[in-house]
């Protein structure tokens, strides 16, 4: 009997059903022929806690730190012993065993770790599925592969699992025990991903608290020329007192312009025009669909979570939500015009959009090279029962179908003007832009970046009608939101000064992934380290402290990306694992030496922040237990923003006339 290992229940029913014989459901599994197909829900398996090892190490001492472990533990998750059970069963009377884990670090992993646990010793097959289409699927099963070739995937994601338990376990045990000498009675939990988020929240509000606002001047003129009106700006020579940005600090200087200006003529001394196209956005993935949600419906991004995996497993109505992927197999695009017509039958916003599609389109989004593990989230074709949806179902459902419509209309055509003018020997700029066509935007939204000018020509003359000075002033940046915070996670290099970490975070997946990014952020909710005002994340006075007692180094994305380029030769370059791991202890060694009372004390006197809402955990449970972080990779049963600045946007007010137009489980005290 050839038995096939499936990652998660869907996957097991795409292979099983494009196997030569139709399938059967048996207990925890799908027979043809002499085809068994099982699967694991997510990890089956989780690292051992520490008293597994040492029944001593049940309590927390810090002399007992660093927890090393010899020789490394794994056990059955509660929830997953049932079917573990059935894994072992079928290899009992398997002749082959074929990995049918994603084709990605984690997938290699997770499948992996289950045969060599149950103790299966002989050769093992690899069957890589990208792409859940019948006769994507059958060519793989055509073309399996030795295990063995990808030895070095599966060091690489063991060595991450081990690092992020040693990390977590060591780390989280150190400051719950100095946090409970400063007179702290709960857990304080450090992890490698979980930490340097909370860290982003707390330097964010810092800047924000400790912004102080500058004033600065704007002088408009509304003009008249030859076919319309138009409204510029002054723009003050380097005479005048200026910012780094080029604006007025010193009010008079345009206070004495402005009753110059009425009646005054000038002309247009330069002009430019640029004419641009630009392509639909691509289709989801799960991180850049909860930006858009956030933005759009308010939605956290746990909620966009939880309703993608509803639409995906209980209404069948998309494919795989937990994806990285923003393009889509080229074999899609023969059947994207049935899809469609199917997932758009019964919704009238869906269909106005469907009859406006041009099929014989086809955009960038079609790009095997660009498909890892899985492809961006689209319609599955099935016709959405809008009865059946509740408000916020349907309309991620629309956005997700929005943007695979998109990419069969045309490109949006605009041009941009920019026009100086010299009146009174000074220079006054606009611009505008011209939608020349508008492609896909209307699927989008109606509202331009800028209205258009009127028609010009270089050389004509201008009247000044009316003028004024508007007085504004430098903003802080915006607090994060789910929106900002997931970007953020997405985007991490931003956040980092040396270029060769900028890079590595760029080639990485940022902080946290897909699957765990929303989990992450309601884990730092729960434990009482953040807070939600509105649709704004506040760090918490608990989570300020925690940020402020630690080493800078913990609370930073930096050793992420350090990680991530060690275990990226583990993976690609066949480097051994140990190297990696022994580097992390030394550095555990380090950063167990700044486990100081007296620091938890004064971060916990000083630390500034809102109160956690009554039901928060503030830090844990008391007494050392541990807490769960990272979100799980399970399934059910077989059946994308710029921040405004000191540089950027400003409050105004107008002094004439009129105004100008963002787990894998842990055990004994770990947290991602």
């Known amino acids: 009997m050839r038995l096939i290992i499936a990652e998660k229940p869907s996957l097991a029913r795409a292979i099983a059903n494009a196997l030569p014989n139709s399938p ?4 925890g599994a799908l027979v043809a022929g002499d085809t068994t197909v099982t699967w694991c829900l997510g990890h089956l398996l989780e690292q051992a806690p520490p008293d597994a090892y040492d029944p001593a190490l049940k309590t927390w001492r810090l002399d007992s730190l660093p927890i090393l472990p010899d020789e490394w533990r794994l056990m059955p998750r509660p929830k997953a012993k049932g079917q573990l059970g059935v894994i072992r069963r079928l290899l ?21 770790e289950v045969i060599e646990y149950l103790g299966w010793k002989r050769d093992v097959a690899r069957l890589l599925v990208s792409d859940l289409n019948p006769p994507a699927v059958k060519r793989a099963l055509a073309r399996l592969e030795d295990n063995r070739r990808y030895a070095s995937l599966y060091q690489a994601a063991q060595a991450r699992a081990r690092a992020d338990w040693l990390y977590g376990i060591n780390l989280t045990r150190a400051w719950t025990l100095v946090g409970r000498q400063a007179g702290h009675d709960g857990v304080l939990s450090v992890g490698r991903v979980q930490t340097p988020v909370l860290g982003l929240v707390v330097r964010r509000d810092a800047e924000i608290r400790d912004f102080t606002p500058v004033p600065f001047f704007v002088l408009w003129a509304d003009l008249a020329v030859a076919r319309g009106t138009l409204r510029a700006w002054w723009v003050p020579g380097e005479s005048h007192r200026l910012d780094d940005q080029g604006r007025l600090l010193d009010r008079r200087a345009a206070d004495a312009l402005a009753p110059r200006l009425p009646g005054a003529e000038g002309r247009l001394t330069s002009l430019e025009s640029r004419d641009k196209r630009q392509a639909a956005p691509l289709p989801y993935s799960l991180s850049a669909l909860q930006v858009d949600a956030a933005r759009r419906h308010g939605l956290s991004a746990k909620a966009v979570l939880d309703i993608c995996q509803r639409l995906y497993e209980r209404h069948q109505l998309i494919t795989y939500p937990r994806s990285d992927c923003r393009y889509l197999p080229e074999e899609h695009f023969q059947g994207a015009q049935r899809t469609l017509q199917g997932a758009c039958r019964h919704d009238e916003t869906l269909g106005r959009w469907l009859a406006g599609a041009d099929f014989s389109r086809r955009s960038k989004a079609w790009n095997d090279k660009q498909v890892g593990a899985h492809h961006a989230l689209s319609p599955t074709g099935k016709p959405a029962d809008l009865e059946k949806l509740s408000r916020q179902e349907a309309d991620i459902f629309r956005l997700i179908t929005r943007n695979v419509l998109a990419q069969f209309y045309p490109a949006l055509q605009t041009r941009e003007v920019k026009a100086e003018f010299t009146i009174l020997e000074e220079r006054f700029r606009a611009r505008g832009q011209e939608v020349l066509e508008p492609g896909w935007k209307p699927l989008f939204t109606t509202r331009d970046e ?14 000044v009608d009316d003028a004024g000075v508007e007085d504004r002033e430098t903003r802080p940046p915006e607090h994060f939101t789910d929106a900002s915070l997931i970007k953020a996670m997405m985007n991490i290099a931003r956040y980092v000064d040396d270029a060769s970490i900028r890079r590595t975070l760029r080639d990485s997946d940022g902080l946290g992934t897909e699957a765990t990014r929303a989990g992450i952020i309601e884990t730092l909710l729960e434990r009482g380290y953040l807070v939600r005002e509105g649709k704004s994340l506040r760090a918490s006075r608990l989570g300020s402290a925690l940020i402020a007692s630690l080493p800078e180094a913990v609370g930073r994305p930096e050793r992420t990306a350090q990680w991530e380029q060690r275990l990226a030769n583990i993976a690609e370059n066949d480097d051994p694992a140990a190297p990696f791991l022994d580097g992390l202890v030394a550095d555990l060694r380090q950063l167990l030496q700044h486990a100081d009372a007296g620091r938890v004390r004064n971060a916990l006197q000083q630390a500034q922040g809102p109160e956690p809402r009554s039901g928060g955990k503030a830090g844990g449970k008391k007494g050392g237990r541990r807490t769960q972080s990272r979100g799980k990779r399970t399934q059910g049963s077989a059946s994308g923003g710029k921040t405004s600045n000191q540089k950027g946007t400003t409050r105004s007010t107008s002094s004439r006339g009129k105004s100008s137009g963002s787990s894998r489980r842990g055990s004994g005290g770990k947290s991602s």
């Not at 800028?450 to 009247?463: D, H, K």
């Open 24 to 27: 059967r459901q048996e207990d």
């Open 450 to 463: 800028a209205p258009p000018l009127p028609p010009l020509s270089e050389g004509e003359a201008c009247r």
């Open 92 to 112: 009992k009377s398997a002749t082959q065993v074929v990995h049918a884990g994603d084709p990605d670090r984690e997938g290699q992993l997770l499948v992996q």
